[in-house]
């Protein structure tokens, strides 16, 4: 019965707190960035090479900031090679700016920035 208790205020406190204790380990700092400021707009395929990118969590994080983006048609998070690929709906563009916000604002670093189409 102590077990059940125990494990029913645990639950309880991560239900009411809105938070795990895996994502309080992993709040980041905001990053930095790596690569000079450009005047471009991307669009098609963008890929970006950064660092701090250590788990899964660290993955769906950017994943869900991206995601939010109306821009964004889907975004692939490389953890092995550090990678973040994200493809831009067509029509679409990103500024050079706000694509490395997103990514500094998260607590990563950004190193560089490749992309098949700029204006």
């Excluded at 239900?15 to 992993?26: E, I, K, M, V, W």
């Excluded at 869900?64 to 493809?87: P, R």
């Amino acid at each position: 019965m102590k077990l059940f208790l125990n494990l029913w205020m645990a639950a309880s406190l991560m239900l009411f707190t809105g938070n795990s204790y895996a994502n309080d380990a992993h709040k980041h700092e905001k990053g930095q960035s790596n690569v000079a400021a450009e005047n471009v707009m991307y669009s098609g395929d963008v890929k970006v090479h950064v660092t701090g990118l250590v788990c899964d969590f660290c993955a769906q994080a950017l994943e869900k900031v991206f995601g939010k983006q109306e821009a964004v048609q889907s975004i692939n998070v490389d953890l092995n090679e550090s990678l973040v690929s994200v493809t831009l709906k067509e029509g679409h563009t990103m500024s050079h700016q706000k694509l490395i916000q997103l990514i500094v604002d998260s607590g990563y670093n950004v190193d560089k920035v490749e992309a098949s189409d700029h204006e």
